[in-house]
């Protein structure tokens, strides 16, 4: 995988120059494709049977005939110590499915050991033994251990935990252990030694689901919440949408979008979050609310929305007493306020922590807490004015450091702009010790082709998450820093949900690896975004090494392809306007400039990229001192974010010798290349999996692969037309005028909330 | 079944007052219930697996054991004569999935007959057989001919047809024959005997889908055209969507919304649409398209939309070439114009007619036609006028007969108003002699509860489509109307699609049987309400009688009973504003006066109804002379459809002995009881179907009764209001206060398109 900038950034100083060759390494090795072998025609058989991606990772095929007799003497019964809950009983059933899929025989439920069961077991019903319970203890209230081990006498699989919760988890830990392949699936079956305790407490899904069932910036139908069927209709399909969820440990679900509406807070739709959380509860998901900050205003139950007016903070108080009676564990509240026209408290000249702290206050005797966003930025004061997007986030939110409350987590985007194909990591982290932070990462792929280009997103949040950001020294990881390194401010994890109404919940089934990585990730942020392609391809699509390590080689060169063919060389927000899809590179006339991606690449005769180095905008000074001092510098500067922090003359030299113009171009072919190669990838995997599935997403890869080059050509003969300059030689002159390209219209194109 | 007015009409003059007795007789039959005995075990345990309804009625589920046995001596293998096709290729296709399903063992295609063999032929394949030729002759270019037969010295079952498509509408006749349960499925094995062609050439499912993939006035989910991933790729979704309606006979999909957009005649959309008519093709299905009257106009291509202007039919005559040439096969347009604010031909001040040919003469070299709505009304011209909005549409169009092309086809709702629980046979039926007529049903409840109230709605078309319009004597139905019986313009029948993206197609399982039975009545207009019901509960539910029948009994009483609580004794329109959801009589201050509900009840301390006898609007004159005449009167007009057509005291003295308020008091708890009867019917059947789907309807009835109470109680507290009545004695006083009612709000109600 590549992720240049978390090299750097670690390793600092000594292989700066060397990242810039290094950088592309693992790609270009990606790029070298293994053969896949023919299938055998009994095995095309046996796999032919249609599936329609509603399973997800969770499909329990059989496992190899030599593995699944194995597995069926290790699975005789379940047996479950101690009290029963309704959160056991769904890890019994997930084992019972699970295991009745793999092995090809469900185990009955027993009530005493014998060898070949599986027990299920908190630890305080375990038998007494010191050097098990050290382990349990160190595991925590979510952690779970799976070992092959004698109890009572019998060698049973025993899964333990301190908590059901933990149980569930080490169930779902278990069945994804056995699905590995080969070695692997051996080993689970045999000797399983699993332990595992997550790293952040808070690993959520955020819905920019609205009332009305539309999503904003989805792409998988509408959402999956029936808000008008809830709460008397409960569709089955939020049970399967907790049991993905816990079996990945994410552990809270914000039900709507950051783009509130008064009315979820309305008794109707507190009634319809309960009956959700009726269902989720046992898979240990919390419900939370995105809040409007004007609500109280808006339902004319408050003569303002100020948060230092006593009787907006009473309201809060009694709407926070009025959840609670009906949703006991609560997860709190999600704030979008002072962004993008939403109302908040510097309406009324108060500043975010005066607005966060306020809800914070009527959360807490509830154990609620406040996730307040720090996605601000303003229009400019004065026309023409030159205020930097990406450096008002920090701008705004690092003088707050320490003025929160203890249950306010600020939430901070991965990047500093809006989760373009590649952005450096957000300059906040780090830089708020005294606060508690959170990741937003964006699972939707608002910004890279929607569901119709495959781009697995592991390598883009593994690279935020192990983005060293210097801060306090060596070795401070975001991932260390959300878990609270600094100083104790533990924070955590949320994604912007991908799930849709969508049989196959993402609307392609290569989403869904986004989803699964994103959950991994927040349970582990240290693991490697290869590792949990390949988890997934094994579960999804087959343990079969000519399958899993195809697909696994497809995803990882995937978003390096999109960063490629949309906004190589960290150029940013070229996208066309409101809907986010196709190249729009000239737009320049939106109502705010800073809406225009002619703000954000300033191409134009003298050369190309925005200058946040001291001669401009200086924004890459909000970063720690060491990595700050290289950003000043192109020389030092990661080229994959080169354009994102210097403007540069056309024939700028880069490291290949070739000049910045061909070096762009250069870019823009591979990434076309790539996508050609993934469709070719893919006609290779295909014999070998379903048919249903293998077609669509050849339909997809091969629409991807045109858009690629719509992307390129209308790119290159924009940034032709800005810069005078001829094509390098060999590159293939652009399919149409560029008036072609600019006359292009999507009325209708999805993910408007 | 419940079909009074259609009684009426056909036996005037002789059992007019006995109609009023008659009426309720069914009903009160069906409520009198048999009990359903309690399942034996195993056979719960053998219905238990999980169904989620996206089968359709095509589950094809094991038949018992001794049916199975026979069914599979007779289906050894499938023989094609004569030259392969895509149509014969679905055929072939859809047997092996249900005789494979049915007989527990799928066909072997095979090249000759042998005992056994299920033969599909054409007739220029069959050997000769004079008798058989001349059937087939009879049977035109649709029908089909199922028969146990002697072909080449061997029994077969034979399907034969003169074309390809009435194979396939054969092989899904005999499928359909062959899950009748018990003794029909026995015959159908033994001796099929299955010979039909339909009454009318067009039978067309009506969709409000948008561009946008949302739905006007749609409760499941959203467009299943996936207009954004079109022409690229294709959701085998829409095979399967294909099978259901080829199934049923229905022939044509008209795939956007009558409030169309200028867009969807844009090349990109036109290759959408090309994409999907290539896959329904093959299942006979051509598509069609809505259009906005004003399209060239919009899309800057002509300077007006004025029909009798050269460079506007020239402009139309270029897109119906360019949209053959991508669609060879394509049926033609559907118009909404000057109708709710749409654009049409009276903004230049021409007519319908010269609309509609001008867009006619654009298609007919290519064979298409244009369907155009004569669901048109206009606001009063002065304030106070009273314009009567059921009146407008004859007034428009009567005297418009004759004056329109060949292919044009006038669409006409099944009632004067819009789609009300239940209305009086549109008056047109009948009035157009020299013009060709379609019926435009609505099959989605946008007036009837959602998809979350169960109301089947093969009553109301029947009683709509038997309906006599004493047109030229006694004896012409609205079905012999639409067929062209009184001067041989043949029309057809359409259906506003109740079908989305929710994986049962239809929001809720019992909402499939509505697209069943309109597109069983639209072959055969002729067919019974109960007995489609009978077909589609065998299939979709079980052919077991204890199952089948129950459900029969419950879909039989359900629409009269959402009659009863929303809108009985021929009230109507009295649903909340926009989305149409619950009780809002009391509407009054909305921009057009008939868009209230004032506008309709009028009721006052005086009385209840809308006067449209000859003191009144006198639309009840629009119908046939005899019709007419009863009409008139409240005494022979049928009570059902009293308050349609006049306005009566509250004193009124009904047949029954009541008083007017008394009776409607009285209706609106029937309403409600039926409801609640409803709710205890399906807890009898709930037993013997699968959990999923059985729990999911339970939960749907539960609220239903919820809200028919709502219903009753806002409507009975709003009339007591504006009557100054008290209560009829015994009746219970409705929960809340008026004001209650009054306040409710529905901000996210689904359908708005």
Chains 1, 2 share one sequence.
Not at 403 to 415: D, H, P, S
Request: hydrophobic share 45%.
């Amino acid at each position: 995988m590549l992720r240049p900038f978390a090299l750097l950034a670690r390793a600092l100083p000594a292989i700066v120059l060397g990242s810039l060759v290094l950088a592309w390494l693992p790609a270009e090795q990606a790029r070298a494709q293994a053969p896949v072998p023919a299938p055998a025609p009994a095995q095309v058989q046996a796999q032919a049977a249609a599936e329609d991606g509603y399973q997800l990772w969770l499909r329990y095929s059989p496992l190899p005939a030599g593995l699944r007799e194995r597995l069926q003497a290790r699975v005789a019964t379940i047996v479950q110590l101690g009290a029963d809950s309704p959160t056991l009983r769904a890890a019994r059933q997930e084992l019972q499915r699970g295991l009745g899929g793999l092995a090809g025989r469900t185990p009955a439920p027993a009530v005493a050991p014998r060898a070949g069961s599986v027990v299920l077991a908190r630890a305080a019903d375990l038998p007494p033994s010191p050097a098990r319970e050290a382990q349990l203890r160190s595991l925590g209230q979510e952690g779970y251990l799976v070992q092959r081990t004698r109890l009572h006498g019998v060698e049973v699989t025993l899964i333990a935990a301190n908590t059901d919760i933990g149980l569930l988890y080490g169930s779902f830990a278990w069945l994804r252990a056995l699905q590995a392949g080969a070695a692997d699936s051996l080993a689970a079956i045999n000797a399983p030694a699993l332990a595992s305790r997550p790293a952040l407490p808070r690993r959520l899904l955020d819905h920019w689901d609205n009332l009305d069932r539309s999503i904003e910036r989805g792409y998988a139908g509408q959402s999956i919440w029936n808000w008008w069927e809830l709460p008397d209709i409960l569709d089955p399909r939020y049970t399967d949408y907790a049991r993905a969820n816990a079996s990945l440990g994410i552990n809270g679900a914000v039900l709507n979008n950051v783009n509130a509406k008064a009315e979820v807070l309305s008794a109707p739709f507190i009634a319809k979050a309960a009956a959700l959380a009726a269902v989720l509860r046992p898979y240990g998901i919390r419900v939370y609310l995105s809040v409007r900050w004007s609500t109280p205003l808006e339902l004319h139950e408050t003569r303002n929305a100020d948060p230092l007016d006593p009787a907006v903070a009473a309201w809060w108080q009694r709407k926070a007493d009025e959840i609670y009676r009906a949703i006991p564990d609560f997860g709190g509240f999600l704030v979008k306020a002072n962004s993008e026209g939403q109302p908040g408290p510097q309406d009324y000249g108060r500043s975010h922590a005066d607005g966060a702290n306020m809800l914070a206050r009527a959360l807490a005797p509830h154990g609620g807490i406040v996730m307040w966003r720090a996605f601000v930025y303003s229009p400019p004061a004065r026309p023409g004015q030159m205020a930097d997007r990406a450096a008002q986030a920090y701008e705004q939110f690092k003088r707050l450091d320490g003025r929160f409350e203890r249950n306010v987590i600020v939430q901070v985007k991965n990047g500093p702009i809006d989760f373009q194909p590649r952005e450096p990591v957000h300059p906040l982290f780090g830089a708020m010790p005294d606060t508690a932070l959170m990741m937003e990462f964006q699972v939707t792929k608002e910004y890279l082709g929607f569901a119709t280009h495959l781009a697995y997103l592991g390598p883009l949040f593994e690279e935020a998450l192990r983005f060293d950001t210097r801060a306090g020294g060596v070795g401070t990881s975001v991932a260390d820093v959300l878990a609270g390194a600094q100083a104790g401010h533990v924070g955590g994890i949320a994604g912007v949900a991908n799930i849709g109404s969508s049989r196959n919940w993402t609307g392609a089934d290569f989403d869904q690896a986004n989803w699964y990585a994103f959950g991994r990730l927040a349970w582990d942020p240290k693991l490697g975004s290869a590792a949990i392609a390949g988890e997934w391809a094994a579960q999804t699509w087959s343990a079969d090494p000519r399958v899993r390590d195809a697909v696994v080689a497809l995803m990882m060169r995937s978003r390096e392809a999109v960063v490629d063919y949309m906004t190589p060389l960290g150029l940013h927000h070229l996208m066309g306007t409101g809907h986010h899809h196709g190249p729009a590179p000239w737009v320049d006339d939106l109502e705010r400039p800073d809406w225009n991606p002619t703000y954000y690449h300033r191409a134009a005769r003298d050369g190309i990229g925005f200058d946040r180095s001291a001669s401009g905008s200086n924004a890459a000074a909000q970063y720690a001192p060491e990595i700050a001092r290289r950003l000043q510098d192109p020389a030092t500067t990661p080229p994959e974010l080169l354009l994102w922090f210097h403007h540069l003359p056309w024939d700028y030299r880069m490291p290949s010798g070739r000049t910045l113009w061909e070096e762009l171009v250069a870019h823009y072919d591979r990434g076309v290349a790539e996508a050609a190669a993934m469709q070719a990838q893919w006609a290779r995997i295909r014999p070998l999996v379903d048919p249903r599935r293998g077609a669509d997403v050849a339909q997809r890869l091969a629409r991807q692969h045109a858009e690629a080059q719509w992307w390129r050509d209308a790119c290159v003969a924009y940034f032709q037309q800005v810069s005078g300059l001829p094509l390098p030689p060999g590159a293939v002159p652009p399919a149409h005028p560029l008036s072609y390209y600019q006359s292009l219209r999507f009325p209708y194109a999805p993910g408007h909330g």
